[in-house]
């Protein structure tokens, strides 16, 4: 289906768009203030990546993350000193690091993660049914949203 064959008009799609993008926002803001397992948000952001993707190469995580090479840096080193991360010669090439994630990185992130799940889901169970179907369906949406906005090749 395209939007010409959709029910929805050019200026819903935009309007809903829009309050997507500055709810987003807000709910990346407020999760932060939220989390209590003591990560940094980017220490929690580079570690989601590896645990989804495997270890990575510090380019293939500065990808994934969308920031710089030497945020990135910075960061891995961060969690090298905590033992989170842990860095290994790739097997494919080896001039390359692979930055994996250890046992402790792997507990902090399902810590973290489990934590503010709790706490949203605690806020979540306050409202009306609807509004929590509501909730359901958008994991869903957003999922889609992703796959449809992700990077394409040129």
């Known amino acids: 289906m395209t939007l010409s064959d959709s029910p929805t008009t050019t200026e819903e799609l935009v309007a809903a768009v ?9 709910a ?11 990560a940094s948000q980017s220490a929690r952001s580079a570690l989601a990546a590896i645990v ?9 995580l500065a990808a994934h993350e969308g920031v710089d090479p030497a945020s990135v840096s910075r960061t891995v080193r961060r969690l090298e ?9 790739s097997d494919m090439d080896g001039r390359v690091n692979l930055i994996e994630v250890t046992e402790s990185g792997l507990e902090l ?7 503010l799940t709790e706490i949203i ?17 958008l ?8 796959s449809a906005t992700g990077s394409r090749s040129a």
């Open 121 to 137: 889901v605690d806020r979540i169970a306050t409202l009306p049914a609807e509004d929590i179907g509501a909730i359901v369906a």
């Open 109 to 115: 992130f399902l810590r973290s993660r489990r934590q």
């Open 81 to 89: 000193e905590s033992g989170d991360v842990a860095r290994r010669t």
């Open 28 to 38: 990346a803001r407020q999760f932060r203030t939220m989390d209590r397992a003591g």
């Open 52 to 60: 989804k993707f495997g270890p990575l190469s510090m380019s293939e």
């Open 18 to 26: 829009e309050r997507v993008q500055v709810a987003l926002i807000q």
């Open 139 to 146: 994991g869903d949406g957003l999922e889609l949203l992703v």
